[in-house]
Structure formats: structure tokens, C-alpha cells
């Protein structure tokens, strides 16, 4: 599994200022993890992992 380094840093720091400031606790963190990582067994897991590739591809192409 090839993880984009990018989107789970960015990952990190919205589960982050959600903790902080919007009262998400850890365990719910920990519950949303489980659940990706769930997901990621299931036959949807290929059309998200192509649509958050299209994704970041749209993102990069913004700069300069």
C-alpha cells in the first residue's frame, strides 16, 4: 500500500485541530482510524483510493 505522506500529514493536522478545538476526543480518533483502515478491506476501497488520487493530482497541479 503506497501512502501519499501529504494528505495523511494533512490528515494529521485536521484530527489534530479537531481535538483541540472542537472538542474530538481520542477515542473517537481512534474509532475514525479503524474505520479507514476497515474501509480499506471493502470493494469501494479502489474508487476512493482513485478519487483521492484525483484529488491530490488536482491539488499538485495548482502551483507554480
Do not use: N, Y
Not at 30 to 36: L, Q, R, Y
Not at 52 to 63: S, T, Y
Amino acid at each position: 500500500m503506497v501512502l501519499h505522506m501529504p494528505f495523511v500529514l494533512a490528515l494529521a493536522a485536521a484530527t489534530f485541530f479537531l481535538s483541540r478545538k472542537a472538542g474530538l476526543k481520542a477515542t473517537h480518533a481512534v474509532v475514525c482510524g479503524a474505520f479507514g483502515f476497515s474501509l480499506a478491506d471493502t470493494s469501494p476501497a479502489t474508487s476512493l483510493h482513485s478519487a483521492g488520487a484525483g484529488m491530490l493530482g488536482m491539488i499538485g497541479g495548482i502551483g507554480p
